[in-house]
């Protein structure tokens, strides 16, 4: 089976830091572009930053440049999302996926994980 499975949420306060894990199983990560999406309630999922199959580029969402670290170890399947400085605003359930190219949309990704809550409060 084809799973990604997101782990690292929690609540922080503005301003700190978390690092979220995506770890593949059935399938070769290392294969594939990944991805961090999120989605905040009443809201459309939004592209937060994606990783090549080498991890050699990155592509990020403006509103993370400067924060966010999306990076990779395929030797252990295994995509990551560092954040820091984070905002309320970055509260959000944040998913993870494996796709064809290190790009901003959602449906050109064909394998997703079922999201875990990042919450930042004031």
């Known amino acids: 089976q084809v799973q990604l499975v997101e782990s690292g949420g929690g609540l922080v306060k503005a301003g700190g830091s978390l690092r979220l894990s995506c770890a593949a199983s059935g399938f070769t990560f290392s294969t594939y572009a990944g991805g961090w999406f999120r989605q905040a309630p009443g809201k459309e999922r939004e592209f937060v930053a994606a990783i090549n199959w080498s991890g050699d580029t990155t592509n990020y969402a403006d509103s993370v440049k400067g924060r966010f670290t999306i990076s990779r170890d395929n030797a252990r399947n295994t995509v990551y999302l560092q954040m820091n400085s984070l905002k309320p605003e970055d509260t959000a359930v944040y998913y993870c996926?494996?796709?064809?190219?290190?790009?901003?949309?959602?449906?050109?990704?064909?394998?997703w994980g079922q999201g875990t809550q990042v919450t930042v409060s004031s």
């Open positions: 996926a494996a796709g064809g190219g290190p790009r901003p949309y959602a449906d050109e990704y064909g394998s």
